[in-house]
T-cell receptor, first 114, second 119 residues
């Protein structure tokens, strides 16, 4: 297993368009997290899954955002009707279930909305 | 709610010297984990070190050690013998346990400290 992978690495889109990002976690990890990181800030939590169940969503996750993990493996994050304020790095992480388990991060998808 | 505070936006250290990056946290949870991550300019988050709230000894991982003072709610990262490759953003993060299950909740990050190692 080569770690957490995210696709695409970069995405430039026009305002109003829909975008979808994919995350493939480490295979034995049942927790999968999405974070958003804007310039000069730390990552902010968006949502997380345990297997296929979405357990928590941040209030940052507006109605335009939806995330799925249909078979408890890969996950997708979709942003509908993108706005310039959505421009950020979207990071995916996976971990085992214990509190002390480190989260392994992917390299992120950098979204630019023009 | 959990909060992580990193008060040093930027730090400089000379190569081969030690440096301490500050982190304080606020939580009402009894069981939690504290993490430090490194983020180079390439963007990936690299795990460095972990400290559990019930661990009595400070964590160490190679040149990294975590100075955990529970009563003061601080979890400072100490990097010994700094190297040029240590230049990066460093983030402190906390993850509480979910009540009644003891399993991991989400990570809450600080705003980071940019470390620059000079010759």
């Amino acid at each position: 297993d080569t770690g957490v992978s995210q696709d695409p690495r970069h995405k430039i889109t026009k305002r109003g368009q829909n975008v979808t990002f994919r995350c493939d976690p480490i295979s034995e990890h049942n927790r999968l997290y999405w974070y958003r990181q804007t310039l000069g800030q730390g990552p902010e939590f968006l949502t997380y899954f345990q297997n296929e169940a979405q357990l928590e969503k941040s209030r940052l996750l507006s109605d335009r955002f939806s995330a799925e993990r249909p078979k408890g493996s890969f996950s997708t994050l979709e942003i509908q009707r993108t706005e310039q304020g959505d421009s950020a790095m979207y990071l995916c992480a996976s971990s085992e279930i214990m509190t002390g388990a480190e989260a392994f991060f992917g390299q992120g998808t950098r979204l630019t909305v023009v | 709610a959990q909060k992580i505070t990193q008060t040093q936006p930027g730090m400089f250290v000379q190569e081969k010297e030690a440096v301490t990056l500050d982190c304080t946290y606020d939580t009402s949870d009894q069981s939690y984990g504290l993490f430090w991550y490194k983020q180079p300019s390439s963007g990936e988050m690299i795990f460095l070190i972990y400290q559990g709230s019930y661990d009595e000894q400070n964590a160490t991982e190679g040149r990294y050690s975590l100075n955990f003072q529970k009563a003061r709610k601080s979890a400072n990262l100490v990097i010994s013998a700094s190297q040029l490759g240590d230049s990066a953003m460093y983030f402190c993060a906390m993850r509480p346990s979910i009540r009644h299950t003891g399993t991991a909740s989400k990570l809450t990050f600080g705003t980071g400290t940019r470390l620059q190692v000079t010759l």
